[in-house]
């Protein structure tokens, strides 16, 4: 057990500021760059990403094929790729078989398609409970699924990425794959809801 | 568990989000890799960790990590904090102009090894009932217990030797699918849960 002697009364934002002063004093960090990775992950990667991918596959078969196949490379084909992505399984979700994705070790996650985690995956309860009682987590979470549902639990303990296909929902098969877009949530390509449609 | 919230920002503080990215440079300017940063995340204070939230871990590790990396000086970022408390802040000096530089990219987790996997989909094989000293990626819940390998996923470099340093050993990992019962007991809810595991993780089971 380790603990190295600092006061955590101080504030986390305080101390945040004295480790970039300190390092940008040493010359071993350019603020700038942290800017960059801030400005990168609120706004380009994010779910969108992954949406746009969930909204291809649902309108061209061809690519879904090559999606469940080799995921990496299919979203790729879409410019997605990068840290916490080097490789992605696709895992489909049907009436019959939900997956959901979870890290118990620490809060892995497929970064490129899905930018960095929400609160709630990286809760110590989520990642300790999704592995011995799903139904009931996903149930709390809002998601009812039924006694004949048969439910895959995804552990990322390795560096193996998992992202959800979702059900396309009925009543979206006049939508084009642009319009399908904004339906694809986050947490239904975690698996912890479903897409509805609009 | 409540239902998640639709409109989360990605940092709800902007600390949070220099936090992530200091972080992610200590990993590099410390000597570390990935590896070696979640060992450190793991040997914080426990209690630490539970309390200060994703962002403070990540923070405390960075700082565990430039320590032991003799970066950063034992205490050096408190007393820091401590001047930057006391002191009026002035107004930091304007940004050299021009493109930042890129963001450091590494090599990656991913390799590929000569020898065929050990394991084939389909097999029953057993997670060990191993108690790694250092850092593992075993946990602890499957350990003992057997399941059916789903997946031969790519090799990757062995996370229990190369949090410590002692060489990337890469090797195969395996997708092994554990029936619920068999890891909680038959009045468990019926369903599976995939494991992503090394190939020194597991051993083959009747």
């Given amino acids: 057990m380790t603990t190295d002697g600092a006061d955590r009364g101080t504030p986390a934002a305080l101390r945040t500021a004295a480790l970039e002063q300190l390092l940008t004093e040493r010359g071993l960090v350019d603020p700038r760059v942290v800017d960059a990775f801030i400005a990168d992950y609120e706004t380009n990667v994010g779910p969108r990403n992954g949406a746009k991918v969930i909204a291809r596959a649902w309108t061209d078969p061809d690519y879904r094929a090559r999606l469940l196949t080799d995921g990496t490379a299919a979203i790729n084909e879409l410019g997605f790729g990068g840290p916490q992505g080097e490789h992605i399984v696709v895992v489909e979700n049907t009436p019959a078989i939900h997956n959901v994705v979870v890290c118990t070790l620490c809060s892995c996650y497929p970064w490129p398609v899905l930018g960095l985690p929400p609160s709630w995956y990286k809760d110590p309860a989520y990642r300790a409970r999704m592995v011995k009682e799903p139904r009931a987590v996903l149930a709390e979470m809002g998601l009812e699924l039924g006694d004949d549902v048969q439910i895959t639990v995804r552990d990322s303990t390795s560096e193996v990425r998992w992202l959800v296909l979702p059900e396309r929902p009925a009543g979206t098969e006049h939508l084009t794959e642009q319009e399908l877009v904004p339906l694809i949530t986050r947490d239904t390509m975690v698996g912890v809801a479903k897409v509805e449609a609009p | ?206």
């Fill in chain 2, 1 to 206: 568990m409540h239902p998640p919230r639709a409109d989360e920002p990605v940092f709800a503080e902007p600390w949070q989000g220099r936090a992530t990215a200091l972080t992610i440079l200590a990993v590099r300017l410390s000597g570390r890799n990935l590896d070696a940063f979640r060992h450190a995340l793991e040997r914080l204070d426990p209690a630490d960790y539970l309390q200060q939230g994703y962002f403070g871990r990540w923070l405390n590790a960075a700082e565990l990590m430039l320590v032991e990396g003799a970066v950063l000086a034992p205490g050096e970022i408190e007393a820091r904090a401590r001047d930057l408390r006391d002191t009026p802040v002035t107004a930091p000096p304007n940004p050299p102009r021009g493109r930042a530089p890129a963001w450091p990219a590494g090599p990656g987790s991913l390799r590929t090894v000569d020898a065929a996997p050990a394991f084939t989909v389909g097999q029953r094989v057993r997670a060990k009932n191993i108690s790694p000293a250092g850092h593992t990626r075993l946990p602890g819940y499957v350990r003992g217990h057997a399941g059916i390998v789903e997946v031969v996923q790519p090799a990757a470099v062995f996370p229990d030797t190369h949090a410590h340093f002692l060489g990337e050993h890469p090797q195969h990992v395996y997708s092994v699918r554990f029936a619920s019962h068999e890891l909680w007991g038959q009045d468990a809810e019926r369903f599976a849960v995939t494991v992503d595991l090394f190939e020194d993780y597991l051993e083959t089971s009747p």
